[in-house]
Each structure stands twice: as structure tokens, then as C-alpha cells.
């Protein structure tokens, strides 16, 4: 039904950016609350960044200051710009989307890896 399709992932230097993307196909992106997950081997998956369908956001404090998630409802896409990198950022990282009127779908993207590494 909703398919989020994620880009921007690959290997930075310490300190570097990456910007994520995760478009979603279909009409409802803008009833969608959106959030950005990682799991690092060995551990649970986190949520890192969430944007509500009015753009509030929220960012698990090992981000906050370095990570900026946004949406533009016109070209159905949520990005999460990732910025002064560290290792401990190296993981997966997916897209998720639920639709907040109606608790009725929760939709995961594919996961992107992203390593930090000199």
C-alpha cells in the first residue's frame, strides 16, 4: 500500500554529514507521522528522529544538536540530516511511518547502513 524507499546511506569519515531520504509512495504522506530508527549490531533498535504530521519533532539525545529530521509533504519525502558523525552512529537505519488519526498501519522502509569510520 505505502512503500518507503530509502537513499543516502555509505561509509563517512568522523565528523562528516549524511543526509538520508525516504520517500513514500501513494497519497497519504501527509496524514503520516515520520520517524528515523537505527539498530547497531549487537543492540535494539532506537529510535533516533521523529517528525509529527505538523513538523513537531523529537531526537533521542545521543543526536540532538547533530541530527535534523524534516518533511515536505510535496514531494512525499522525510529526511534526516545527520551531521558531525561519530562511530557510535554506525548502524542501520530505517524510515518509519504510522498514521496518527487512525493507529491502523505502521509502514517500515528497507534499512540503509550507515558506517562512520576513518
Known amino acids: 500500500q505505502v512503500q518507503l524507499v530509502v537513499s543516502g546511506g555509505g561509509l563517512v569519515q568522523p565528523g562528516g554529514s549524511l543526509r538520508l531520504s525516504c520517500a513514500a509512495s501513494?497519497?497519504?504522506?501527509?496524514?503520516?507521522?515520520m520517524g528515523w530508527y537505527r539498530q547497531a549490531p549487537g543492540k535494539e533498535r532506537e529510535s533516533v528522529a521523529n517528525?509529527?504530521?505538523?513538523?513537531?519533532?523529537n531526537y533521542a539525545d545521543s543526536v540532538k544538536g547533530r541530527f535534523t529530521i524534516s518533511r515536505d509533504n510535496a514531494k512525499s519525502t522525510v529526511y534526516l540530516q545527520m551531521n558531525s558523525l561519530k562511530p557510535e552512529d554506525t548502524a542501520v537505519y530505517y524510515c518509519?511511518?504510522?498514521?496518527?488519526?487512525?493507529?491502523?498501519?505502521?509502514?517500515w522502509g528497507q534499512g540503509t547502513q550507515v558506517t562512520v569510520s576513518s
Open positions: 501513494g497519497s497519504i504522506f501527509r496524514f503520516l507521522a
Open positions: 517528525i509529527t504530521m505538523t513538523g513537531k519533532t
Open positions: 518509519k511511518g504510522n498514521r496518527p488519526l487512525t493507529q491502523a498501519a505502521t509502514y
